[in-house]
């Protein structure tokens, strides 16, 4: 898979969202769930995260796949609410390039 095509989408999902929040939340998922507030977005996060640790645990992988996405669709919901932007975290990542995980947490 082309890897401009897959960060294509996420900025096209995220500027999707960012347009729900300024929707009715009667007529907006998005929308219902930043008027809910952080908390309601967090709770949300927390069950998809666990429906990906049992799908893993599953080892279904089309189950795993649909649930991951499930996990970074709430993701990106969350960011549009807290307006931390996709370039923000692109950033981190690059910074995070050739270093190991071991070195990037000892640092923090």
């Known amino acids: 898979m082309n890897t401009r095509i897959s960060a294509t989408m996420f900025e096209q999902v995220y500027d999707i969202i960012l347009e729900r929040k300024q929707s009715s939340p009667d007529n907006s998922y998005v929308a219902s769930l930043m008027e809910k507030g952080t908390d309601s977005i967090l709770k949300k996060i927390g069950e998809e995260s666990a429906e990906v640790i049992l799908a893993a645990k ?11 996405t499930d996990l970074w669709f709430h993701m990106l919901v969350l960011m549009g609410h807290q307006g931390i932007t996709l370039n923000e975290i692109s950033q981190e990542l690059e910074d995070r390039l050739g270093q190991s995980g071991l070195e990037e947490k000892a640092q923090r």
């Open 58 to 68: 599953n080892e279904n992988r089309k189950e795993q796949i649909h649930e991951i």
